[in-house]
């Protein structure tokens, strides 16, 4: 079994200071509403207003897709700092094992 190095909280503080610089009115008025339709286009993502939580595991598979790849590519804006807090794709499939195996 290969074990996966998580990102601790030091680490995370660290990209919080060090991260790409964003205005925030940027990053909530261009690249999150751009990133979010872009994904929606690609993975062909159409909700159903009736039927919140989907069903469809097309549908279910599309959306877990494009969330991923949406914080890889986008990451978490920081608003303390006025940065972008990134992770690789492995990093947060490593951190979502890591609470699958701890019951969360």
């Known amino acids: 079994m290969t ?23 940027e990053w909530d008025n261009k690249i999150i509403p751009g990133n979010l339709a872009r994904l929606k286009e690609k993975y062909n993502i159409k909700m159903d207003k009736k039927q919140i939580i989907p069903t469809d595991p097309v549908l279910i598979n599309n959306l877990f897709k494009a969330g991923l790849e949406m914080l890889v590519e986008t990451g978490v804006y920081c608003i303390d700092t006025g940065r972008v807090i990134k992770w690789t794709e492995e990093e947060v499939l490593t951190a979502r094992e890591t609470l699958a195996v701890a019951g969360h």
């Open 3 to 25: 074990y996966k190095q998580r990102v601790g909280v030091f680490e995370a503080f660290n990209r919080a200071k060090t991260g790409p610089k964003v205005p925030e009115t």
